[in-house]
């Protein structure tokens, strides 16, 4: 097998994603999967889940996850990488520990996982690794030999992430009226996250106690600065953005990360801004927070303002992104054997981490999360 497409020691891909309801009645039952715990009443899941019924009740976010699987496994065969993809979701079907306990049975042992979420924080990379150990605990349970199981690391700054969301800025640029097109702003939108989860988001050293928001917004801001050069490299046209949030959750008097979209819009508004680009860099594909918050909201906030606005695309299941797996996945399999893979990145953060270092995006609640350097539950059989 060639060096360059050799995916040992790994056995097998495990697609991690958020999942999301198919229909009204898989509503409420998955709203309560994701705020388990937390005492919400089923009559406030169902007020939240009014952003579903008005999609039918379906999350676009499960038949994007197939549309990405597809494009892994074509990406895959049409490089002669011969690795099985398997998906698994934390909230719904079809789950992670069911997907796990397939992967077992099938004879795999040695399992790389994607999760859909491209940057450091609580939320998006050791809530992952925590529902992992519960599912690999719950294996050990039942008695099946238990994998061993690596997250392949952050790609928020991988070419194949970063080029096709800056073509999508392109494009929205490039649909904009002419009269406003070099005048318009670029809104790069990620979703907001408590301002105490961001600030210890990333590795301890990212950590900072200031409000700056830890490597949660510094990698933000890295994405954003590359995308803003590669379209004055294109355009001629030096486009002034900012860093906003959307998506915003919880309890009104905990400070969560700003501006808000809607907020920065009337703000830009004000300014005389003749038009906004929204770029949604901190998502994989155009799920509900997307569709919701940017096309619906978002879009009807700029109608009563009449200020002309486009929505630039998310990767999705891009060629490029599917690529970028690939990448990810031999470059993490050439280290576990030894080798000093190329390790692509953009910007000037330089490549994440391949294992999660103790104390990196600490939960309030101590939890045991696998995959990373702390992890002390069960080991591969």
Same mark, same amino acid.
């Given at each position: 097998?060639?060096?360059?497409?050799?995916?040992?020691?790994?056995?097998?891909?495990? !697609? #991690?994603?958020?999942?999301?309801?198919?229909?009204?009645?898989?509503?409420?039952?998955?709203?309560?999967?994701?705020?388990? =715990?937390?005492?919400?009443?089923?009559?406030?899941?169902?007020?939240?889940?009014?952003?579903?019924?008005?999609?039918?009740?379906?999350?676009?976010?499960n038949?994007?996850?197939?549309?990405?699987?597809?494009? !892994?496994?074509?990406?895959?065969?049409?490089?002669?990488?011969?690795?099985?993809?398997?998906?698994?979701?934390?909230?719904?079907?079809?789950?992670?520990?069911?997907?796990?306990?397939?992967?077992?049975?099938?004879? *795999?042992?040695?399992?790389?996982?994607?999760?859909?979420?491209?940057?450091?924080?609580?939320?998006?990379?050791?809530?992952?690794?925590?529902?992992?150990?519960?599912?690999?605990?719950? !294996?050990?349970?039942?008695?099946?030999?238990? /994998?061993?199981?690596?997250?392949?690391?952050?790609?928020?700054?991988?070419?194949?992430?970063?080029?096709?969301?800056?073509?999508?800025? #392109?494009?929205s640029?490039?649909?904009?009226?002419?009269?406003?097109?070099?005048?318009?702003?670029?809104?790069?939108?990620?979703?907001?996250?408590?301002?105490?989860?961001?600030?210890?988001?990333?590795?301890p050293? $990212?950590?900072?106690?200031?409000?700056?928001?830890?490597?949660?917004?510094?990698?933000h #801001?890295?994405?954003?600065?590359?995308?803003?050069?590669?379209?004055?490299?294109?355009?001629?046209v030096?486009?002034?953005? *900012?860093?906003?949030?959307?998506?915003?959750?919880?309890?009104?008097?905990? /400070?969560w990360?700003? /501006?808000?979209?809607?907020?920065?819009?009337?703000?830009? *508004?004000?300014?005389?801004?003749?038009?906004?680009?929204?770029?949604?860099?901190?998502?994989?594909?155009?799920?509900?927070?997307v569709?919701?918050?940017? $096309?619906?909201?978002?879009?009807?906030?700029?109608?009563?303002?009449g #200020?002309?606005?486009?929505?630039?695309?998310?990767?999705?299941?891009?060629?490029?992104?599917?690529?970028?797996?690939?990448?990810?996945?031999?470059?993490?399999?050439?280290?576990?054997?030894?080798?000093?893979?190329?390790?692509?990145?953009?910007?000037?953060?330089?490549?994440?981490?391949?294992?999660? /270092?103790?104390?990196?995006?600490?939960?309030?609640?101590?939890?045991?999360?696998?995959? =990373?350097?702390?992890?002390?539950?069960?080991?591969?059989?």
């Amino acid at each position: 097998m060639p060096e360059q497409c050799d995916p040992r020691p790994y056995d097998a891909l495990l !697609l #991690l994603s958020f999942g999301g309801p198919e229909g009204p009645d898989d509503v409420v039952p998955f709203l309560e999967n994701v705020t388990r =715990g937390r005492g919400i009443p089923r009559e406030r899941l169902k007020e939240v889940g009014q952003h579903y019924f008005l999609f039918g009740g379906v999350s676009p976010i499960n038949a994007q996850n197939r549309s990405l699987l597809d494009a !892994l496994r074509k990406d895959f065969a049409d490089h002669g990488l011969d690795l099985p993809v398997y998906w698994g979701n934390r909230n719904w079907a079809p789950y992670l520990t069911d997907t796990l306990r397939a992967m077992v049975r099938d004879g *795999h042992r040695r399992i790389a996982t994607l999760a859909t979420s491209a940057y450091a924080s609580y939320s998006g990379c050791r809530q992952y690794r925590e529902n992992l150990a519960d599912a690999l605990t719950t !294996l050990k349970a039942e008695g099946l030999a238990v /994998p061993q199981v690596d997250k392949l690391r952050h790609y928020f700054n991988h070419p194949g992430f970063v080029r096709p969301m800056a073509d999508g800025v #392109l494009a929205s640029l490039a649909a904009l009226p002419e009269d406003v097109r070099d005048g318009a702003h670029l809104a790069f939108t990620t979703h907001s996250i408590p301002a105490a989860a961001a600030d210890t988001s990333g590795t301890p050293a $990212d950590h900072t106690t200031d409000g700056a928001g830890g490597a949660y917004v510094a990698q933000h #801001l890295d994405v954003a600065r590359v995308i803003a050069d590669a379209v004055r490299e294109e355009t001629g046209v030096d486009h002034p953005w *900012h860093l906003v949030y959307q998506s915003r959750s919880g309890a009104p008097h905990i /400070p969560w990360l700003e /501006p808000d979209i809607c907020d920065h819009l009337e703000e830009q *508004h004000r300014q005389g801004v003749p038009a906004v680009v929204m770029a949604p860099i901190g998502f994989v594909s155009d799920h509900m927070e997307v569709k919701y918050d940017l $096309d619906t909201e978002a879009a009807a906030k700029a109608a009563e303002l009449g #200020l002309p606005v486009a929505r630039s695309a998310t990767v999705g299941a891009a060629p490029r992104f599917a690529a970028a797996v690939r990448d990810l996945l031999l470059e993490r399999a050439a280290t576990e054997r030894g080798r000093d893979p190329r390790r692509c990145a953009l910007g000037a953060l330089g490549a994440s981490h391949d294992l999660c /270092p103790v104390g990196c995006c600490p939960a309030r609640t101590p939890r045991s999360a696998a995959a =990373g350097a702390d992890w002390t539950g069960p080991v591969a059989l």
